[in-house]
């Protein structure tokens, strides 16, 4: 077969198979159904261009070269309203694409007459190669130079002002101009004489593909369908012409019939593929609504946060000045329950706060404030406020302080503190007997720092779960009943924000745990 009508064989499968998968996708949608109806003409254009080169007769090539000029006629004004409609001026450009309509209505009546192909005959090494008449070169002029130099130059203006994805849409337009129309234009020489033969024709199946790109947004497994889709038609295509012009009836029946094998082949591969892109679509939108949810829970608690931290705030002062005798003697029976409540309402207060830190987290809200910090002096600080705690125990809390001292690192030292100040104050809570040893050291490029304790320990299961929100280990939950498990998942945000790790090991329930934070230096 010729390879300039097995290029244009190629390039009508690629118009069929784009077009129809945007054009279903969603034919309600204007910009789909534009699509579809500029890809019919492109395939009309294309499988013309096939049937003419592999014509023998002089009028049978006569009439697909006219039939082909019928096709590329309509290219560019459909081309061209599917540009306006993917910016979205269609409607402020009634008047040019009316305008364009007519023109281009006009000029195909002409198609089938001389004015438009006046002959064909031999041109280099083409046998009905057609000469141009005036509408021929009227379609060239106003049509293709016209209309896609318009569309063009609206692309550009609207490149200049677009951001991320409409961006990039642009971009693959564009690129699809200068490889579809270029490649198509270099059929034109030699409907003038001029001896230049058409090899960009091979590069036009490239041309709905990258609008495609374009409008699936880059889905790779869209592309993967498509290309297979591809696939099939281009060997259907080859299997069907092969039949046709088989000499040997009973070999034209057998490549029939591996013809008709293959359709159905190929029908079932394309429909499985569908219908995994439509589970693919179904969970994306699932996701997405998710993810609408999540942000609309976190958005909830930040206001309900806010909400409750100013009356615990109010009923801890109040409380405050009571035990401190501002309203003057109270019974001494009262104090060990107001104690209680104060110290109720502290955990309350802490609860609402680690709530809506974790919410400021999750919105993205959450500012970090910087400065150089020397880590041992912070870890120090923190070992002091828990020291009563830990003799109130009968805990060992042993510190061993590097000899060297460690670089100082920019982070925010005061969420930094809460994240060493939750994993030291875990591991009292949770430790009966023995203690808890801390020691931290430089390797690489990063600071460790550790946390040992004798306590509880925890099953491989816990140790993965307990970053999570609202978890805690099972081990846990019968020495400290009070905990929500929140610390250890704000700890890990925390740790996200700064580019640092946290995570724990454990040989076990009633093994200890320890604890590993890392910071970058």
Not at 256 to 273: D, E, N, Q, R, S
Not at 453 to 482: C, E, P
Request: glycine share 8%; hydrophobic share 45%; with cysteine.
């Amino acid at each position: 077969m010729n390879i300039f009508a097995l290029s244009g064989f190629i390039n009508g499968v690629s118009g069929i198979v784009f077009g129809s998968f945007i054009y279903f996708k969603n034919p309600k949608k204007l910009l789909n159904r534009t699509f579809g109806l500029m890809t019919l003409f492109f395939a009309l254009w294309s499988f013309s261009y096939g049937f003419w080169m592999i014509s023998q007769e002089k009028t049978e090539a006569l009439f697909w070269v006219r039939m082909l000029s019928l096709g590329s006629i309509f290219i560019p004004i459909t081309f061209l309203h599917w540009i306006l409609t993917l910016l979205e001026v269609q409607e402020s450009k009634k008047k040019i694409l009316l305008l364009g309509y007519l023109l281009t209505i006009l000029l195909s009546v002409f198609s089938f007459t001389s004015l438009c192909v006046r002959d064909v005959g031999h041109r280099l090494s083409f046998f009905w190669w057609p000469q141009a008449g005036i509408v021929y070169t009227l379609y060239i002029i106003f049509c293709y130079v016209g209309m896609i130099g318009y569309g063009s130059f609206e692309l550009i203006k609207a490149y200049r002002k677009a951001k991320g994805d409409k961006k990039q849409q642009i971009k693959y337009v564009l690129l699809a101009i200068a490889i579809g129309f270029t490649g198509g234009a270099t059929n034109f020489p030699l409907w003038y004489g001029i001896p230049i033969i058409p090899v960009g024709n091979f590069l036009v199946f490239l041309y709905p593909f990258i609008l495609t790109l374009a409008i699936t947004k880059y889905h790779l497994f869209d592309i993967k369908i498509i290309f297979t889709e591809i696939l099939i038609g281009v060997i259907g295509v080859i299997l069907l012409v092969q039949a046709f012009f088989s000499e040997n009836s009973q070999f034209k029946i057998v490549q029939l019939g591996i013809f008709v094998l293959f359709c159905l082949f190929g029908y079932l591969l394309i429909k499985t593929m569908h219908q995994e892109l439509e589970r693919k679509e179904e969970l994306q939108r699932a996701y997405e609504e998710l993810k609408k949810l999540d942000i609309a829970k976190s958005e909830f608690i930040a206001m309900a946060s806010h909400q409750l931290r100013t009356p615990l705030s109010i009923i801890k002062g109040y409380i405050s000045m009571i035990l401190d005798g501002t309203y003057g003697e109270f019974p001494k029976d009262l104090e060990k329950p107001l104690n209680n409540v104060f110290g109720s309402n502290e955990r309350l207060i802490r609860i609402v706060n680690d709530l809506l830190n974790i919410s400021k987290v999750e919105l993205g809200k959450m500012d970090l404030v910087k400065q150089e910090t020397q880590i041992e002096d912070l870890i120090e600080g923190v070992l002091q406020e828990l020291e009563i705690e830990t003799k109130r125990k009968n805990l060992y809390l042993k510190w061993k302080r590097p000899k060297r001292s460690l670089p100082k690192i920019e982070i925010d030292s005061l969420k930094i503190r809460q994240v060493i100040y939750c994993v030291v104050d875990n591991a009292i809570k949770y430790t009966e007997k023995g203690g808890i040893k801390l020691w931290a050291k430089k390797q690489d490029s990063k600071i460790q720092i550790v946390v040992s304790d004798t306590g509880a320990g925890m099953t491989k299961q816990d140790a993965n779960r307990i970053f999570s929100s609202f978890v805690r280990g099972k081990a846990g939950l019968a020495l400290w009943a009070k905990g929500v498990g929140l610390g250890l998942y704000l700890s890990k945000k925390y740790m996200e924000l700064h580019n640092g790790e946290i995570w724990v090991k454990s040989l076990g329930r009633s093994k200890g745990s320890t604890f590993y934070i890392v910071l970058p230096i």
